[in-house]
């Protein structure tokens, strides 16, 4: 008898899986907005998108218990699964914290471009107030969890209780950058710990993960009445020139730093990883350079400068000898503010009032990737954007053929923002 139904079986299995691919196809589908994110009365912060767009890294603000913490979730945008890989108050610092618990710092999580590995700050509040003084790596399948100071090298051997130094470590890390696999984070460092504090200090330090080797690009050299910069670049990135990333092979660090003696002139340099060579980049000599992008291979950057040299405020494309320095002018808007550059430098991302246009940087031609017409728009008490990070922060929204794009915005009923997917035709 059962075998009488067993084609009439199957015909059903077989639609319901074309209906159940319709339905997947019709989520991903270019020119549609889809809701990541259902954080209640909590609050989504700082995603960060995998180089292929299928995973997601987000900061959550919890204030559904009675003592607020951030915790860090990875998601799978595929099945929409997210997995908790951080939450403040349940890791102990290291030596020689291991009474203090680390809490999450200011700074945005990095996902690596393969989405293996997850990047993050961290901090404590006792018995000293250290904000941003540990960084984090973990596996986002949660295989381990390591966590790193940077000891400022050219303080081994020396007295640091005679120079009243509480600790030989940086500060703080200001800023950091991943390759796609994972394998090579570039930090910007600043400060020391110690009363005496010495004067304003900086620093880039370069880690490999497999080895957990720290070397050191960029720094001063201390001397017992303070640090003394012997050459050009110095004081990377204290002066307004922010601007910090790596390619994501991993090869190429772009950053801001002094150009000479006069405090005022700041530009854009590059250093290769391999062989630490430095090179100048841009001749501005100004201090605004605010957000940097790569592309993954190296060859090209994207800067958004904000001083009065040159063409003014604006983004500037550059080859990375230093060659075709060029002012992006926009059909739209006044001018291009871009978010973020896809990887392999076809387009870039900007906002011209309430539309988000995507800027093909090879023909010029600008479409509209968003607006309030397109499909899974929210209507909130403020408009959908893209992620804000804080200042100086390269965020990584845009997958690396820019086909998928993260956004945010307060759906209704809530104040706060969620995280939503753009799903945009490259071709």
């Known amino acids: 008898m059962l075998k009488k139904f067993i084609p009439i079986i199957l015909a059903i299995i077989v639609i319901c899986a074309l209906h159940t691919t319709s339905i997947t196809a019709e989520e991903n589908s270019p020119g549609q907005i889809r809701r990541l994110t259902q954080s209640g009365n909590n609050v989504a912060l700082f995603p960060c998108l995998s180089s ?31 997995t908790e890989l951080f939450r403040d108050g349940t890791q102990p610092a290291p030596s020689p914290f291991e009474e ?40 986002t399948d949660g295989s381990g969890f390591w966590v790193t100071s940077f000891p400022i090298q050219n303080l081994e051997g020396m007295d640091l209780e005679s120079l009243e130094f509480e600790n030989g470590d940086w500060e703080r890390v200001a800023n950091y950058a991943l390759s796609a696999d994972g394998n090579r984070i570039a930090c910007l460092v600043k400060g020391h710990l110690g009363p005496r504090r010495f004067g304003s200090s900086s620093g880039i330090i370069l880690l490999d993960i497999p080895t957990k080797k720290q070397t050191t690009l960029l720094a001063p050299e201390f001397k017992t009445d303070g640090w003394t910069w012997l050459s050009s670049p110095h ?24 150009s000479s003696e006069d405090p005022k002139n700041y530009d854009l340099y590059t250093a290769d990883w391999n062989s630490r060579e430095i090179k100048q980049l841009t001749d501005f000599r100004d201090r605004w350079f605010s957000l940097a992008d790569i592309t993954q291979n190296g060859q090209m950057v994207l800067f958004f400068y ?8 604006g983004t500037y494309r550059i080859n990375s000898d230093g060659t075709g320095l060029t002012y992006l002018e926009s059909q739209t808007a006044p001018r291009v503010e871009f978010f973020d550059m896809s990887g392999d430098g076809r387009f870039a991302l900007f906002k011209n009032i309430y539309q988000g246009i995507k800027l093909n940087l090879q023909t010029g031609e600008e479409i509209v990737a968003f607006s309030e017409e397109t499909e899974g728009y929210v209507q909130g008490i403020t408009p959908m954007d893209f992620p804000h990070f804080p200042s100086f922060w390269r965020p990584q929204i845009m997958s690396v053929s820019g086909e998928r794009v993260l956004l945010v915005g307060p759906p209704q009923g809530k104040d706060s923002p969620e995280i939503y997917l753009l799903t945009i035709d490259t071709d």
């Open 100 to 139: 203090s618990f680390l809490r999450m710092g200011s700074k945005p999580p990095v996902l690596s471009g393969n989405g293996k590995i997850a990047v993050f700050a961290l901090g404590i509040d006792n018995p000293l107030n250290l904000q941003d003084h540990f960084l984090a790596i973990l596996p």
């Open 52 to 82: 292929d767009g299928q995973k997601m890294l987000y900061t959550l603000e919890i204030k559904e218990s009675e003592e607020e913490a951030k915790a860090i979730k990875i998601m799978n945008l595929e099945n929409g699964t997210e």
């Open 306 to 313: 904000n001083g009065a040299k040159k063409q003014g405020i």
């Open 235 to 258: 004081r990377p990135s204290t002066g307004g020139g922010w601007a910090f990333c790596l390619s994501e092979d991993g090869q190429t660090v772009v950053f801001g730093a002094q």
